[in-house]
Nanobody
């Protein structure tokens, strides 16, 4: 059973930085894509960044150049380094694990961590 636990959220001023962490268990990064999503109040959940098993990385346009996703496979950790934060980055951030099991896509989610960017 996959378990994902996020940490590192909080209140930060515009222009500040935060690093989110996701502790994963029950999954190998060699067969799972890992991602960060976010959901702001009244908005749909959106994909922020993801990293594939072979290390390909992509970001939503609004965070390119400011956010960096990374993983530490021996520790089973995924990180999201967020710099130059803006008020519009305020959201609940979720860690996601995506696998394909016998042709069936399976997604697992953490409980989320709140990021608030405000002066």
């Amino acid at each position: 059973q996959v378990q994902l636990v996020e940490s590192g959220g909080g209140l930060v001023r515009p222009g500040g930085s935060l690093t989110l962490s996701c502790a994963a268990s029950g999954v190998s990064f060699s067969i799972a894509s890992m991602a960060w999503y976010r959901q702001a109040p009244g908005k749909k959940r959106e994909l922020v960044a993801h990293i594939t098993p072979d290390g390909r990385i992509d970001y939503v346009d609004s965070v390119k150049g400011r956010f960096t996703i990374s993983r530490d496979s021996p520790k089973n950790m995924v990180y999201l380094q967020m710099n130059s934060l803006k008020p519009e980055d305020t959201a609940v951030y979720y860690c996601n694990c995506h696998r394909v099991i016998l042709t069936v896509p399976v997604d697992s989610w953490g409980q989320g961590t709140q990021v608030t960017v405000s002066s």
